[in-house]
């Protein structure tokens, strides 16, 4: 006769319980994890590079001083009809909702918008541009010869248009809004045609 005693039902179905709590757990916080970075759209891409313009506030800024946080960055123009103000509201409004659901996004995340316009963009017209979508918003512009070789780096094309009757003209330009690590390494581009709420839940992918 074995001497051993018998673990009867009543203490196992206990531990069974336990047990499948426990892995349902672990495959939960397995489905939650975040995606590494390297696997992220735009890994290894070369775009990006250092330049040095200057801000609503007519201080000079550098691409390195946006190290230690996630970047947006947008290049447009303020006198644009359509496309810039609805990417830019976009953007702005995505970023709210990611932050409403974490908080530190606010702190994590630091959009900014470069001019393709030098030539009526001053400091202060792009100030009064990026704050009626959010005062979080780094507006920059700079010479013709700064804008060109910031928009070198980052990929941008654009080109002035024809003057208008009135005086006026239009830049044809890329719309691609980019979300950059805090290396400043190309992450992922943020998907304004689809909708703030899907800005939202591209930027809490990536951003930890």
């Given at each position: 006769m074995n001497s051993q005693a018998k673990p009867s039902a009543r203490s196992i179905k206990p531990a069974i319980v336990a047990a499948f709590a426990a892995?349902?757990?672990?495959?939960a916080g397995c489905t939650d994890a975040p995606e590494p970075l390297s696997e992220a759209p735009l890994a290894g891409a070369d775009i990006g590079g250092d330049f040095t313009l200057t801000n609503q506030?007519?201080?000079?800024?550098?691409?390195?001083?946006?190290?230690?946080?996630?970047?947006?960055?947008y290049f447009g123009f303020t006198y644009c009809?359509?496309?810039?103000?609805?990417?830019?509201?976009?953007?702005?409004?995505?970023?709210?909702?990611?932050?409403?659901?974490d908080p530190e996004i606010e702190y994590k995340v630091k959009p900014v918008f470069i001019?393709?316009?030098?030539?009526?963009?001053?400091?202060?017209?792009?100030g009064?541009?990026?704050s009626a979508f959010d005062d979080d918003i780094v507006g920059l512009t700079g010479t013709e010869e700064e804008i060109a070789a910031a928009a070198s780096a980052f990929r941008v094309y654009y080109?002035?248009?024809?003057?208008?009757?009135?005086?006026?003209?239009?830049?044809?330009?890329?719309?691609i809004v980019y979300l950059f690590g805090?290396?400043?390494?190309?992450?992922a581009t943020l998907p304004t045609d689809r909708g703030a709420e899907a800005v939202a839940d591209e930027i809490e992918r990536w951003v930890r």
């Open positions: 892995a349902a757990f672990s495959l506030s007519g201080e000079r800024v550098s691409w390195a001083d946006f190290r230690g946080t996630h970047t947006i960055v009809p359509d496309i810039c103000p609805t990417d830019m509201q976009r953007m702005a409004q995505g970023r709210r909702i990611a932050a409403e659901r001019t393709v316009d030098p030539e009526r963009d001053t400091p202060e017209v792009v009064e541009f990026v080109s002035r248009g024809e003057d208008t009757p009135g005086g006026g003209y239009l830049v044809d330009h890329s719309a805090p290396d400043g390494e190309p992450v």
